[in-house]
């Protein structure tokens, strides 16, 4: 599979599809067995509270992943991201009351790297609650 958008047809600026993904406590226990990654903290409300979280929070991994599902889903083909990173600056907090959390996520392009590779930079704004959640949040995609 290649990448589905044309490098010729992007400008910087050019704005993805915005996404939201709802986050709820199944949710986290269900990634939780997927990647290994019991840590209370994503799962029990008395422990994230003894340690000072305001209640159970997302894996920061699980949160990075969604957020780059903006990027894949755009692109259409996950094997043209060629780096992705963050920083975790707030946690996505998961209530227990039948809604959870939602993590909002939009995204443009940045920058026009390299006309050769066809790779573009694109900058991703990823919030839950009104708040950024995560910070510096960049892709560098390989167009057709």
């Given at each position: ?9 992007v ?8 996404q939201?993904?709802p ?7 269900r ?21 000072g ?5 997302a894996h ?9 599902r ?6 259409g083909d996950?094997?043209?991201v ?12 998961v209530?227990?009351d039948?809604e959870?959390?939602h993590v909002?996520v939009?995204g443009?392009?940045?920058?026009k790297?390299?006309?050769e590779?066809?790779t573009?930079?694109?900058?991703l ?9 995560l ?5 560098v995609?390989?167009?057709?």
């Open positions: 599979m290649t990448a589905a958008i044309a490098y010729a047809d400008e910087v600026g050019t704005e993805l599809p915005a939201t993904f986050v709820t406590r199944d949710t986290l226990v990634y939780a067995g997927a990647s290994g990654d019991f840590n209370p903290i994503h799962w029990n409300e008395r422990f994230a509270t003894e340690v979280l305001p209640n159970v929070i920061g991994m699980f949160t990075m992943a969604e957020a780059a903006v990027v894949t889903d755009w692109v996950p094997g043209a060629r780096e992705y990173g963050v920083r975790f600056t707030r946690p996505v907090v209530p227990d039948g959870g959390a909002e939009s443009k392009v940045a920058a790297l390299d006309d590779a066809r573009v930079r694109v900058d704004t990823v919030t839950a609650a009104g708040q950024k959640v910070g510096m949040s960049r892709a995609v390989a167009l057709a």
